[in-house]
């Protein structure tokens, strides 16, 4: 059954009562006028039911682990809390508190998660990073880099339990630095105490790290060969738990999504291979077989596979490791290992390295998480471990309350870190010291802390009583446990090793041998420096339960939640909260925070004094503080107070605001008139330069002169006036006089029409009105000549262009004129030289001289060549017949002569005529005329040249005889040879 009491407790399995209150809406217990367990666990049942998963219990949120996606997470939930718009219990609004806070008030937060395994504490601190990370980001690459971390955290750091599929294995702190302006300036995560035994050891159903399934599943086949690697059945360390898949999890797609982080953190390849070696070495030392080599059971090294493997990815020889792993190293001698021992050694080298790899990849994740570290202002923290709270304040303030007694653990944690004989004490000297023993060990924990009520002593255990219940340790390993410590002989292969990460493993090991520090002292001191820590912030409490231990939805298992909430003391926290003043200022902070809403002076009020009048002045009611001797205490927010002061530096700041405003626009217009001012001086001087240019350059030039040269272009003016006046007016006489010639001229025709005299008489008083008129006809007649301008250009530029074709033309002419002219020449000669012929042809005729050269053949065919034929109408006349045949032909060729000279005269008239006469004719015209004429002569030519013929036939055949023939012979040769030489 439920008791009342100072410790509230509830039985296993125990029925709620069914008319327990549940108040739907209620978000904090606190509110509960029932505050017993029952209601409590009844409320927090039907919430869970309907699946609101977070509750408040004072200021702790009470997160519910709900086993299944819950959609009140992501963006739109991000933006609600960010712009409080939501304000439910919420791990976003528990971020935005601190967020917020930090803000205000200027303060470093921590924001403490604490729960069991499995009850959510890794989910809750992703979704609180994942806000800070969103609130704080105009830095987009940090966000993305720190929600990545969370990834390579998991994989190398979180792995499978009995309790939770994903457990974390290690502590951490995320500390987020902001600057200033609220946005994320750097980052950085501390690790704790990593469960480094689970590398070489698993219980049964458990896993090893997510990293080493994730690789043996999902490297790609270069990167097996490279490292040897094998599935994860083919590894001792990893198959011995006989477990080695979880159920909906993707092993090769994860390791996908590590690689991904790896180079959003900007790991670079080279060292992610290196971490690829290191990983598969590990696997491959745990696979590392000792051989029984002599009767007492020592053991050498098995060279096969596993080992050459292993000393290959390490970068060692494969002798030296087997030295170190089959051997003890003692003052320059080497003694043989047993079985045991050796593989202790294999295991201790195994987990080293690991640890190693894990302390530096953890530094390359803090290396790459540094930003602008010179601007951090404030940090928010998160972090896995519960907070403290002082209740001795009140009793030292002097404030009357109702005490509510919680179970002190101070007990319990004496047994672990009083000094100097605490557990963590005994155990570091112990392990320091060369003669201590298992035993020697348990008799003096047993000598000094059996007066402790929470602590028994068993022969090689002990057991403490711890709030939630009591704990039995093995105190027999525990020695051994507690040393770090590797052997020299290992540190020495390690430095030797070739990969660089082994160096810095290295590294990191003679610095732990150099400090001496034991796990014990090493928690003990990350302990205290995290309480200092969160002791110098503003915290936050985020309590997880985990409903069931079925890992499942919907089951509300109420002994379970129970139990957690005791061992939280939520009960108590929640009775605390109701009855305690949570709020608490000093009198300086409160009056120094309020002074301004205060309408006294307090410029000479203490601060007590001041704080009163404040509380006085608002009548705010005194159930809900209290006056301490230094601070005052409030049950909750002080929503009236802080409203007006809000107002009053709202009100503050607008005024302010004015007052500035204001006086940057005086000093705008002091500055505007300046610049006025300054402009006019800058514009006047450059004008007096001007000026002054302007005056060298008319230094010559006296008024006087000036004054000549303006009556100069006054009297030019006036003169072309005048001109342009008179030709005006002689313009518009000319056309009186013409109109009124015409008006006389038509009134002479129509003498009757009388009218028109005294039409020309109106026409010209008409005149001055008919100016515009003509003036209109003037601008016609302006555009007229302008368009007769660009036609007399046009026809000028035609006659330049007929002007060079004339010249062409011309000279073509000329070429054709000579050629008339030589091919008259040409028949002029023909005549003549026939002509000769003829009159010595007759003369031999006449004296009778014989001429026996007269060829049959004495004529040459036509010469075509020359033109020049043999004259037609030529009769031949046998010489000797008779003298009137010798007359006939003579005055043929006469007659030919004769003709042949008016033809040439009236070809060459007719020539010339068409060159001069018609020079207006277009040439192509021209051409043709010649064309007719050539055409004409041609006929003639061909005609005069039939008629030479046969005035030479006759010639021949009738006047000359035998010596007629030669000669004719001679002149015909002549011809036909000339008239082959020349060129028609
Ligand atoms: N808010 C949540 N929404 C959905 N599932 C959740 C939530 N919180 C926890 N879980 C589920 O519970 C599992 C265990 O949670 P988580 O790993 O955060 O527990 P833990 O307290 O960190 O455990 P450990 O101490 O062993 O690391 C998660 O893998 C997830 O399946």
């Not at 209740?391 to 005490?403: F, M, N, R, V």
Request: aromatic content about 8%; proline content about 3%.
């Amino acid at each position: 059954m439920l008791s009342h009491g100072n410790v509230i407790t509830v039985s296993r399995g125990e029925l709620l009562p069914a008319n327990t209150e549940v108040l739907d809406g209620v978000d904090d217990l606190v509110e509960l006028s029932y505050l017993n367990a029952p209601s409590v666990l009844h409320n927090l049942q039907y919430r869970y039911n309907h699946d609101i998963i977070y509750s408040k219990a004072g200021p702790v949120l009470l997160a519910f682990n709900p086993f299944k996606d819950v959609n009140i997470y992501g963006n739109d939930f991000f933006t609600a809390y960010k712009d409080k718009i939501l304000d439910n219990p919420q791990v976003y609004a528990v971020a935005d508190g601190a967020y917020n806070d930090m803000m205000k008030d200027g303060e470093n937060q921590s924001i403490i998660i604490s729960g069991e395994s499995g009850s959510g504490k890794t989910k809750t601190a992703k979704f609180a990073m994942q806000y800070l990370a969103s609130v704080g980001s105009q830095n987009c690459e940090m966000k993305s880099k720190l929600i990545q971390t969370s990834c390579i955290l998991e994989a190398f750091g979180n792995a499978k339990t009995s309790r939770n599929c994903n457990s974390s294995r290690f502590g951490k702190l995320i500390d987020i630095h902001y600057n200033a302006e609220g946005t994320i300036s750097s980052a950085c995560i501390q690790t704790y105490l990593l469960e480094k035994s689970r590398v070489s050891q698993l219980c049964r159903g458990e896993r090893s790290y997510h990293v080493f399934y994730q690789i043996c599943a999902g490297a790609p086949p270069a990167l097996k060969d490279m490292l040897n690697l094998k599935m994860s059945s083919e590894y001792k360390f990893l198959k011995q738990s006989g477990c080695l898949k979880i159920n909906g999890v993707e092993d090769a797609h994860n390791f996908k999504v590590l690689v991904d982080a790896f180079d959003t953190l900007g790991i670079s390849h080279q060292d992610q291979e290196n971490v690829f070696h290191l990983l598969a070495a590990v696997l491959w030392l745990g696979n590392i077989s000792f051989a029984v080599i002599d009767q007492e059971e020592h053991v050498e090294l098995v060279a096969d596979e596993a080992s050459r493997t292993a000393a290959r990815l390490m970068g060692c020889k494969i002798d030296d490791l087997k030295v170190v792993l089959s051997t003890n190293r003692i003052h320059n001698t080497a003694e043989p290992l047993k079985m045991q021992q050796a593989t202790d050694k294999r295991d201790a080298l195994a987990t080293f390295v690991y640890e190693s790899l894990f302390n530096w990849l953890m530094e390359e994740v803090n290396t790459s998480l540094k930003g602008d570290e010179q601007h951090t202002r404030h940090t928010i923290s998160i972090l896995d471990t519960y907070g403290f709270e002082s209740l001795q304040e009140y009793e030292l303030e002097g404030i009357h309350w109702k005490k509510v007694e919680f179970e002190d653990n101070q007990e319990c944690l004496d047994i672990f870190e009083k000094k100097p004989m605490g557990l963590i004490s005994i155990l570091n000297e112990d392990s320091n010291s060369s003669k201590a023993t298992n035993e020697t060990f348990t008799e003096n924990i047993k000598r000094h802390l059996s007066y402790n009520i929470c602590f028994s002593c068993e022969k090689g255990a002990f057991r403490v009583r711890h709030y939630a219940q009591e704990v039995q340790y093995d105190a027999s390993e525990m020695l051994e446990q507690n040393s770090d410590k590797l052997q020299f002989d290992t540190i020495q292969l390690l430095s030797s090793c070739k990969k660089p990460l082994n160096h810095s493993a290295s590294g990191l090991m003679n610095q732990v041998q150099t400090t001496g520090q034991s796990v014990g002292a090493k928690f003990m001191d990350h302990l205290f420096k995290l309480i200092q820590e969160m002791e110098n912030s503003k915290q936050h409490f985020i309590r997880c339960v985990k409903p069931n231990t079925k890992k499942l939805p919907g089951i509300y298992e109420n002994d379970i939640v129970w139990e957690q909430l005791k061992c939280s003391q939520v009960m108590e926290i929640v009775q605390i909260t109701k009855s305690r003043y949570p709020l608490r200022f000093t009198h300086q902070e409160f009056a120094s925070r309020f002074g301004c809403i205060l309408s006294k002076n307090i410029s000479c009020m203490d601060p007590l004094s001041t704080s009163v009048a404040i509380l006085q002045q608002h009548q705010i009611p005194p159930q809900i503080y209290q006056v301490g001797f230094t601070k005052l205490f409030f049950r909750g927010q002080v929503d009236v107070l802080e409203n007006l002061r809000q107002e009053v530096l709202n009100g503050t700041r607008e005024l302010e605001n004015r007052f500035l405003g204001g006086r940057v626009l005086l000093d705008f217009h002091k500055l505007k008139i300046g610049i006025v001012t300054l402009q006019s001086f800058v514009r006047g001087e450059n004008a007096r330069k001007e000026l002054n240019v302007l005056k060298k350059q008319t230094q010559g030039i006296t008024p006087s002169s000036l004054n000549e040269h303006l009556t100069t272009v006054v009297h030019i003016q006036s003169v072309v006036r005048g001109w342009l006046a008179r030709k005006h007016f002689n313009h518009l006489q000319q056309w009186k006089k013409s109109a009124l010639d015409r008006s006389r001229s038509r009134r002479r025709s129509c003498s009757k029409n009388s009218d028109l005299k005294y039409l020309s008489e109106e026409n010209v008083q008409f005149l001055p009105q008919n100016v515009e008129e003509l003036q209109k006809r003037v601008v016609k007649a302006e555009s007229l000549l302008s368009e007769r301008d660009h036609e007399n250009t046009a026809l000028r530029e035609q006659i330049r262009e007929f002007e060079i074709r004339w010249l062409e033309y011309e000279s073509k002419m000329k070429a054709i004129e000579q050629t008339w002219q030589s091919q008259m020449s040409s028949l002029q000669v023909n005549l003549a030289a026939a002509k000769k012929t003829l009159v010595s042809g007759i003369t031999d005729v006449q004296i009778g001289r014989p001429d026996d050269s007269l060829s049959p053949n004495y004529y040459d065919s036509e010469d075509n060549i020359s033109g020049i034929q043999t004259p037609a109408q030529m009769t031949p006349v046998r010489i000797g017949n008779s003298r009137r045949e010798s007359n006939v032909i003579s005055d043929t060729i006469d007659f030919l002569s004769k003709e042949f000279e008016q033809r040439k005269q009236h070809f060459d008239n007719d020539a010339k005529a068409v060159v001069n006469e018609n020079p207006g004719r277009p040439p192509s015209k021209q051409i043709e005329d010649y064309k007719n004429l050539k055409k004409k002569f041609e006929m003639w030519k061909k005609e005069y040249n039939n008629r030479l013929r046969e005035a030479k036939t006759r010639l021949v055949k009738g006047v000359h005889s035998e010596s007629g023939d030669r000669q004719t012979r001679h002149w015909w040769g002549k011809l036909s040879k000339r008239g082959k030489e020349r060129v028609v």
